[in-house]
Each structure stands twice: as C-alpha cells, then as structure tokens.
C-alpha cells in the first residue's frame, strides 16, 4: 500500500533531504512548511505536495491535520523534524544558563517540544487509520546526557537547543510506551552534525547524510523497533 507521510519542516535542509528520499522510495509525501510559496516548491522538486504548517501556532496545526484528512484519509508516517536552535534576534549567549533569556529559551522549546507534542496529538487520528503507523522525532546526540555528564565533553554548555532535545528524546519515549498497545512505533534519531541553516551551516556532514536514520526508521516494518534513540550508526548513548 501507498504510504502517506508528512515531513514537518521539510522544505530545506534535513526535513527537505528526508522527504526527497521518502518521494524516491515510492511515498506520497506531504511537506509541511511555514511558508506556502517554500512549501509548495519543494513538493514540485520532489513530486509531492505540502501544507502550511507552523508547528507554534495550533490553528495551522489542527488546519493542516484537516487538509491532510481531506486529501488522504489517513497518515502512516509522521516525522517531526521541524527545530530551531537559536531563535532570529538571539545568539549563544542568551542560551548560556548563566546568561540565559528566558524568552529564548521559551521560544526554542514551543518549536522543538510542544510543537511535537500538538503536531503528534493533532495527526494521531489519522495514524491510527493506518496498517503501520510509524512517528519518527528527529532530536539529537548532542542532548545525550551520557555525552554532556562526560566532565571532557566538547559538546556546547545550552539551557536552550540541548535541554529542548533532551526532552524530546524523553518524550519519544513516553508516546512509545502509551502507543505501543495500538501498534503505533515511535523513534527518535540523531542526523548527525550537519551543515545546515538550523547550525548557520557549521556542521562537517552533508543534509543528504543526516536524512539517513530518520528515512530507516520511516520505512521499518509493522513489527519493528519502538522507543529507540538511532543514528546511521547504531544506537546513541540516552
């Protein structure tokens, strides 16, 4: 059967990698963007189509549900790629928790934990209509508290980004625990430190490599994995 999948953030850089590839292996892919004019480009490239979604603003959430509804009938992937890590206006300072601007903080937390949360809730009727659910929460193992409790760790000191990820990985957790009895498989995997606008493209890997886990874990089984933390590598240290 088909299968309808719907990338949040997807019309650049990793979520455009993501459903470029998901289109290639025979999906119909929905890309979710802020814009419409962005989002509606990146469909044509890839031979999709999109809605506008702004995962902040629970009007556009609960409308791009409905159109997805009208379209589709059902989801059987959802990625929640859709991040920020330092919001317009702010810099690395204002995450410093000893320096910390507390509306940035804010702010950073409504895209990558709420925003998955009201996405999630809002597209799981239709998830629940399908043969083989999967939710996919791309986070990050630069949130790996393993990682950032190692007193040698050159990972960045963040009240923002990193506690943001951290949360979502728990948080993946718990959807994976409560959806488990329904059959719906929930992962979180890191895409690796990529160059992309997210990072004001700093990263050593390409987008098209940080797509690789999260295309895996859109396209396992009925009967694969739930409740994991991967990268294209293997499992990443909680």
């Avoid at 004019?37 to 999709?48: F, N, P």
């Avoid at 895209?111 to 998955?116: A, E, I, K, R």
């Avoid at 430190?193 to 004001?200: G, I, K, V």
Wanted: proline share 7%; glycine share 8%; net charge negative.
């Amino acid at each position: 059967m088909n299968q309808i999948t719907l990338v949040t953030g997807a019309n650049k850089g990793i979520g455009r990698e993501i459903a470029g590839r998901l289109a290639a292996l025979g999906h119909t892919v929905v890309i979710g963007a802020r814009s419409a004019a962005a989002g509606e480009q990146a469909a044509a490239e890839i031979g999709g189509s999109s809605v506008v979604l702004d995962v902040t603003d629970p009007a556009s959430v609960a409308a791009a549900a409905a159109t997805i509804d009208a379209r589709y009938g059902r989801l059987d992937v959802l990625v929640n790629n859709a991040a920020v890590a330092v919001p317009p206006g702010s810099d690395l300072a204002s995450q410093r928790p000893s320096t910390a601007d507390l509306d940035v903080l804010r702010a950073i937390f409504e895209t990558n934990l709420f925003g998955v949360v009201s996405v999630t809730n809002a597209l799981l009727p239709l998830l629940r209509r399908s043969a083989a659910p999967r939710i996919v929460n791309v986070s990050s193992s630069g949130a790996s508290l393993a990682r950032n409790a190692d007193p040698d760790s050159e990972l960045p000191i963040s009240a923002g980004y990193t506690p943001s990820k951290t949360a979502l990985t728990s948080l993946t957790l718990q959807y994976a625990r409560d959806l488990r009895p329904e059959g719906i498989l929930v992962n979180a995997v890191c895409p690796g430190h990529c160059a992309t606008d997210l990072n004001r493209h700093s990263g050593p890997r390409t987008a098209a490599q940080g797509a690789e886990s999260a295309v895996r874990m859109a396209t396992i089984p009925k009967d694969g994995p739930t409740g994991t933390f991967v990268d294209d590598e293997g499992p990443v240290p909680w």
